[in-house]
């Protein structure tokens, strides 16, 4: 079949291409950066679409030529300034649907999300299940997929929760009694493949479950002992408060933790795994053997003990230059810093220019890395400006590198923290 798959280069988009692929399907790939599609070949054409843009039918029309089905993988856990709920989940999906019924595209198969029902409440739940209702009015054959957590390698949610299993207390939502039923990533991607087969027809809903449900803080705990520890301490939060320090998430840079996905976490992600089975033909992989039964990596464990640090260090970083160019200006003596000025070669009125210049340039940086503007870009400006300032004073002022309290070499780990943050961040410059 020629099939249109949106997400290609997401989590569970790669996935299904890798599968379609084994399948001797011919895919149109769509995705915003082709470039890092990770698979190439003749049956893969690559689409630079951009979900956001993308949500009339005339945008689509042209793509679906030929096409035999759609698998829509689009998909994103929270909001950010350049990407809402409404644009991906519903307004595109829904163009893309119906742009496949006008030109005549047989099967439809929609990843949408377990809860994504009537009693949604969440913004994530209700746009998906806006696309999902608009492709039950279309009278092709239509397969709305509604996974739990999807788990496997290169899950987003993953690094998180082994980051909060790697916590010596687990404060656990109402005691952590929610119920979970994650599925493999590949047995997503087998279902998806099932729902093309020929013989797959007509318009279904199915779940798609792991065999077998287990309790949030269980999940927590196996998680841990993965990672080669012992069991937590837990604490019961009362859902109230678990809502409170769920605010707190935007603030870290972590979008999965928000007060929505604490109240989807509420709900349980739980179903009856019979419709699975019988889509698949078998049972879905269990987490032992997927997950459990296999030690983490170091490379794992590293990223679970600095998931929480990544924060701690940027609002570190930013302490530094706030507390610089501020000090710089209320706080220390200006006749000291004028005479310090003046030992390196900055005399008259270079020399005000150059602390209030230099104060607000600090003020400004923290205030950027607060903010997490450009990171990548702005830690190697930071590292820069740091050794700049180092050599200069190292140079006009040699005292400061003999200190036996080492005000001059203590720059060195700081400029370590500004590389190790810049490669935490992940961003090219």
Known sequence: MKVLLTGATGFIGNAVLRALRRQGHQVSACCRH??????????????????MSANSVQHWRHHLNGVDAI??????????????????????????????AQAGVKKIVQIS??????????????????????????????????????????????GLFHALAALPVHLLPDGGRQLLQPIHVDDVAAAICRCLEPAASGQRTVALVGPNPISYADWLQSLRHRLGKPNAATRSLPYRYALMVAGFGKWLGEPILSKDNIAMLGRGNNADPGPINELLGRRPLSMASQLFEKP???????????????????????????????????FYPYELSYQLLADTG?????????LYGLAAMDIALGLATLARFSPGRLMLWQF?????????????????????????????????????????????P
């Open 34 to 51: 082709p470039e890092r599609l990770l698979i190439d070949g003749p049956d893969i054409k690559p689409l630079s679409i951009d979900f």
């Open 71 to 100: 698998v829509n993988c689009v998909g994103i856990i929270a909001e950010s300034k350049g990407q809402t709920f409404a644009r991906l989940h519903s307004q595109a999906p829904i163009a893309l649907f119906q742009a496949g």
């Open 113 to 158: 999300a377990l809860g994504a029902d009537d009693q949604a409440e969440s913004a994530y739940h209700v746009s998906k299940k806006a696309a999902d209702d608009a492709l039950r009015a279309l009278p092709q054959d239509w397969f709305v997929l509604q996974p739990s957590i999807v788990y496997g390698d290169g899950a987003q949610s993953s």
């Open 296 to 330: 983490a990596s170091q490379a794992e464990r590293w990223h679970a003990a600095l998931y929480f640090l990544k924060p701690l260090l940027r609002f570190s970083i930013a302490l530094v230059w706030l507390w610089s160019g501020i000090t710089s200006l209320f």
């Open 346 to 354: 900055i005399t008259g009125i270079g020399a005000p220019l150059t």
């Open 384 to 428: 820069w400006i740091v050794l700049g300032y180092s050599v200069v004073v190292a140079l006009r002022l040699p005292e400061f590198v003999f200190h036996p309290f080492g005000p001059l070499l203590k720059n060195i780990p700081f400029l370590m923290c500004l590389l190790i943050y810049r490669q935490m961040e992940g961003e090219k």
